[in-house]
Structure formats: structure tokens, C-alpha cells
């Protein structure tokens, strides 16, 4: 007959591989989370680093002294700015005036979904810049709006609201007066349109854009109703 000694002796070994389980992920965990810490830093400074690289390309740096990444709101419109999540802009302000707004819209109706875009508006609502942050778009046809793959993007310089007026705010084989790409017709025409009501975005917003409290998230503006 077995002994007490015994029982309890077995009923350990049943226990045993459990708490080496448990051990290894509690193991596991804690290398995940220092693998997160000792690379949360650098993330940050790489994402930091990327969002000036194309700051600088759209607005020289002696345009401005303040630091836009900290001097930041947020704006939530999800028909003008294109997505559900409340979206950064950054303020550009030389000796405390302001001079530029620069939004992060997204295409959504890209060809291969979304399109990131960074649209730079200057306190009078010209366009100075925009540029594609990111995007899926097929290689070849639909990456032109890339700088780094065509002048095309550069036909934003210094549009406006009125500059086209809004008929002209479209692809050409739509009526407007912007390239669409051989082959691609898709993707130009949802950049165009997002940039276009980007601005309007701008438009409604601009006095909030500027006076909001950093960090703050915008209210939202209704969109005027277009006109019969």
C-alpha cells in the first residue's frame, strides 16, 4: 500500500512540469518587455527622425524656430482627414507667429488601400508641400506619387482652395487639372481628392490649428453644405 510520503511525492512530480511552464513564460514575458523597453527609445527616434526628413523637404528649417514635434494637436474628422483615429498636425512658428500647419491625412481609397500623407498649408492656406509617407500602391504604376520616383507630387506647390477652383480639384480624365498615371488612374485620383479636403480641413480649423493648447484634439467644424 502506498505510503503518504509516497502520494505526496507523486503529486509533486504532477505539479513539476506545470511550474516549469509557468516558469518559462514567466521568462519568456519578461524578455519580451526588455526587448520593448531597450527598443521603445529608438523606435521614438527613428519615427522622430523620418517625420523631420520630409518636414525639412517640404519647409527649410530657417523658415521656422520652434520645434513641431512638440508644439502638437490632433484633429478627428473622419470625412476629411480620412480615417476614424484623431490624426497629428504640427505647428510651425517662427518667433511664436505662426507660419505653417502640417496635417497627416490618409487616402483611404488608394488602389491597394491606404495612402499616409503629409500636407504642409501656410497660414495663408497655400500648399507648400505634400508628400507620401506611406503606401502599397503596386510598383511601378501606382508608387509615381513617391518624391523619390516622380516630379508628380511637386504639382501641389503653392495650390490652394481657389487654385484650381474646386471642379479643378481632380484627376484629368475626370475634368481636373492634375496628371493621373498610365496604367494607374486610382491612386492619383485619391491623393488629389484627399489633399484637396485636407485643405478644407485646414480652412475650417485654421483658428483652433494655432490657438489650441498643445496636445489638445480639435473640436470638430461641421463642413459648410456646398452650395446649389
Known amino acids: 500500500m502506498p505510503s503518504e510520503h509516497d502520494d505526496k511525492r507523486a503529486l509533486t512530480g504532477a505539479f513539476r512540469p506545470a511550474v516549469l511552464l509557468g516558469a518559462f513564460a514567466a521568462i519568456?514575458?519578461?524578455?519580451l518587455w526588455l526587448i520593448h523597453v531597450s527598443t521603445a527609445d529608438r523606435i521614438s527616434a527613428n519615427e522622430r527622425a523620418f517625420i523631420l526628413r520630409n518636414l525639412d523637404d517640404l519647409l527649410p528649417r530657417d523658415r521656422y524656430d520652434n520645434?513641431?514635434?512638440a508644439d502638437i494637436v490632433s484633429g478627428h474628422d473622419p470625412e476629411l482627414l480620412g480615417t476614424e483615429e484623431p490624426t497629428s498636425i504640427w505647428r510651425v512658428r517662427r518667433d511664436g507667429n505662426p507660419v505653417a500647419a502640417v496635417l497627416q491625412p490618409v487616402a483611404p481609397d488608394g488602389y491597394s488601400g491606404d495612402i499616409a500623407l503629409l500636407v504642409?498649408?501656410?497660414?495663408?492656406?497655400?500648399?507648400?508641400?505634400v508628400r507620401v509617407t506611406s503606401h502599397r500602391e503596386t510598383p511601378g504604376l501606382g508608387d509615381a506619387i513617391e518624391r523619390r520616383r516622380s516630379d508628380w507630387i511637386l504639382d501641389f506647390d503653392n495650390r490652394s482652395l481657389e487654385n484650381p477652383e474646386p471642379g479643378g480639384w481632380a484627376v484629368r480624365r475626370d475634368g481636373g487639372v492634375f496628371d493621373q498615371f498610365t496604367g494607374?488612374?486610382?491612386?492619383p485620383r485619391a491623393?488629389?481628392?484627399?489633399?484637396?479636403?485636407a485643405l478644407q480641413y485646414f480652412s475650417l480649423h485654421e483658428e483652433d490649428i494655432f490657438d489650441a493648447p498643445s496636445g489638445s484634439t480639435l473640436p470638430r467644424v461641421p463642413a459648410p453644405e456646398p452650395e446649389e
Open 191 to 197: 491623393v488629389v481628392s484627399r489633399v484637396y479636403k
Open 67 to 69: 520645434d513641431p514635434l
Open 28 to 31: 519568456g514575458v519578461g524578455l
Open 184 to 187: 494607374a488612374t486610382v491612386t
Open 120 to 129: 504642409a498649408v501656410a497660414v495663408d492656406g497655400t500648399l507648400l508641400g
